[in-house]
Structure formats: C-alpha cells, structure tokens
C-alpha cells in the first residue's frame, strides 16, 4: 500500500481526488491518501470528510472538460477508513512518516522546493505541470530523483484526453491521417478575457510566482504535439506579451480586486519537430469583442488528411467523426493500452 500525501489544496485538488476515486472504482486499491497540505488548514480539511469541515472553493471555471470546473470531491468518499492528517508545512508532512510519496499540486514556484524536501527523505514525488520555473530548477530536480533512486514523474493530463488518444492513432504511421507535416492552433478571447483574473488565482500574473500563459498553457500544447506526432521539438521561437496590465475579479457582477500584471497574457510561438514537421502557436487570455478559434483546438495536417477535436478529413471524403472511426479502426490492443480497464478520465489515466 503506497501512503500518498498532497501538499496544495487549491481548486485543482478536486479534478486530482476524481481521478483517484475512479482508480478506486476500476479496482485500483493499492494506494491510499494519508496526508494533506495547504497552507490553510481550512483548505485542506474541507476536502477530508464529506458533510464535515468547512466548505470547499467553489468551481472557479465553467469551461467543458475544465478541470477546474470539477465539483466537491471528498477522501471519505472513496477510502472511509484512512485516517488522514491536515498539515501546514509540507517539510512536516514530507518528514512525520506518514507518507511514502508526495504529490505536489502547487504554485509553479514551489515545484523545486517541494521536490528538494521530498527527494532529501527519499520520497517518490508526482510534481503537477511545469516541471519548474527556470531551466537550472528543472534540472537539479531530475538529478535529486536520480541521487535518491525515487520515482519522478510529472503530471501532463491533455495526452490522457479521449479525443487526443484519437489524434494520437489517426496520425500515426498506420493510422487514416498518416504522419504529421504542419501543426497549427490559435485561440484568442475565449479564456478569461478580456481581463479577468485566471481561475481567480492571483499569482498567475505574477513573473516571480511562474505565472503567464505561456508557462502555464504551454506545456500542456508542446506535450500534446509531441504526443500526436511521436516526435522531439527541436526549436521553438517565440514572443510574449502583456495585453492587459489589470485584471480583475468577478463578485456578484461587480468587478473587484484588482491585479497588476507583469506575466505575459498572450504568445506566439514557432517550432520544429525532429520528423521535419513544422507548426505555429498563439494563444491569449485577453481579447476584446469575441473570441477567435482556429479550428476545434489544435489543427494537425497530415500525409493523407487532418484532424482537429473529433474531426477527420481526408482526401477526397468528406468529414467524419475521429471518435467512431478509432473504435471501428484502432487496433484492439491499442485501445486497450489507451483505456486500461475503460478508464476515459484523463486525471485517473
């Protein structure tokens, strides 16, 4: 049985706790949740026993498919018999001996610091998306897991999504789509714009913090490239920028608190991938006057046709569903390594 203890309470815990029902629900049972972390206390114990404690934050995002947008979930309700004990301090959490490995659901800045703490008592860590802030930060974290010989991973949901496992087989050598050769996405004034403070968190606009969009959106896309494409980026180029220097947020439609800004809001990006493959990014939290969407999300071109969210078009047919064309198609053993034990939740996967 592997004790796991979480050192962030935030909104994201509740995506993270629904995950870890469902393993629990497929027969998944040799781990358990011994240890929670927040700086609050209130934060943490809200999340331990459903009908005590105070109450959880509320969802802060209504987006489909918005981890953030995951309603209450609570310990109790899929491990009623665990004892689990409420810390301030991850260093007292990493070191009371309650837990044997840590996941670490943070602010970006402390990703190094909690993997530092963590890999000096010889504790696995799962680290939540970026690895860390700087370069320097990511690399001292992987050579502390390899001094200590512990488990490091770091958690990447969107390659888990139904719909990108799909991209994944349609744009593979066998696949309808065939190879990827262009790769592109743009989405501008649909998340939080024109000016409203990300998620309501906010140290996303802060540099020091890791905040930004392209710190925080980014990795999520260049791992889904990588995923579709089954190949390495070998260049990006890129420019930031700071479209709304004050952001706010919403209470009872009043606009309140305001946040000055010094993390990009917006960015453009061009890479290469070592297939030959080639793409372009962009992306903004701002936005005035209506959004603008390339696509059903990332656009991937390939040898034979396109895909883009559950849509296939190849030469010469007309447009069909990605979805029904992977359970026709997909090989067996494939779907299955994509959905193991039919789990199609990205935070379980």
């Known amino acids: 049985m592997i004790r796991i203890g979480i050192v962030g309470c935030g909104r994201i815990l509740a995506a993270h706790l629904e995950g870890y029902r469902i393993l629990r629900e497929a027969g998944v049972d040799g781990f ?9 206390a209130e934060d943490a114990l809200g999340y331990v026993k459903r009908g005590e404690g105070p109450p959880q934050r509320r969802a802060v995002s209504a987006i489909p498919g918005d981890p953030l947008a995951v309603g209450d979930q609570y310990l ?3 491990q009623p018999g665990t004892k689990v004990e409420v810390f301030t301090d991850y260093r007292e959490m990493i070191a009371s001996g309650r837990v044997d490995a ?3 659901f943070t602010v970006h800045s ?12 010889g504790k696995a860590l799962l680290s939540q998306k970026p690895l860390a802030v700087s370069m320097e930060g990511a690399r001292r974290m992987c050579e502390g897991a390899d001094r200590a010989g512990v488990t490091f991973g ?3 949901n ?7 496992r799909h991209q994944h087989w349609a744009c593979s050598p066998g696949g309808p789509a065939g190879p990827v050769q262009i790769a592109v996405m743009g989405n501008i004034g649909t998340w939080w714009a024109p000016d409203l403070v990300v998620a309501e968190t906010p140290w996303r606009h802060v540099l020091a913090e890791g905040g930004g969009i392209a710190l925080d959106l980014g990795p999520h896309f260049f791992d889904l490239i990588r995923h579709v494409s089954g190949s390495e980026v070998v260049s990006v180029g890129a420019r930031t920028q700071v479209v709304e220097p004050t952001r706010w947020i919403v209470r009872d439609g009043r606009r309140v608190d305001p946040v000055t800004c010094d993390a990009d809001d917006t960015f453009h990006a ?16 701002g936005g005035h006057g209506g959004n603008t969407v390339v696509g059903g999300g990332i656009v991937f071109y390939g040898a034979k046709g396109k895909v883009t969210g559950d849509t296939l078009h190849l030469d010469g047919h007309g447009p069909q569903s990605l979805s029904e064309c992977y359970r026709k198609e997909a090989p067996a053993e494939l779907q299955e390594r ?8 990205d935070f379980a996967l």
């Open 270 to 285: 061009h890479f290469a991938l070592a297939s030959g493959a080639a793409g372009s990014l962009f992306g903004s939290w």
């Open 102 to 104: 840590v996941n670490d």
């Open 154 to 156: 770091v958690f990447e």
């Open 338 to 345: 994509h959905f193991p034990l039919g789990l199609v939740n």
């Open 158 to 164: 969107l390659r888990f999504v139904p719909w990108v």
């Open 32 to 40: 358990e949740i011994t240890a929670l972390c927040a700086r609050k």
């Open 76 to 78: 109790s309700d899929f």
């Open 110 to 121: 402390l990703h190094h610091q909690v993997a530092e703490t963590a890999f000096a008592h």
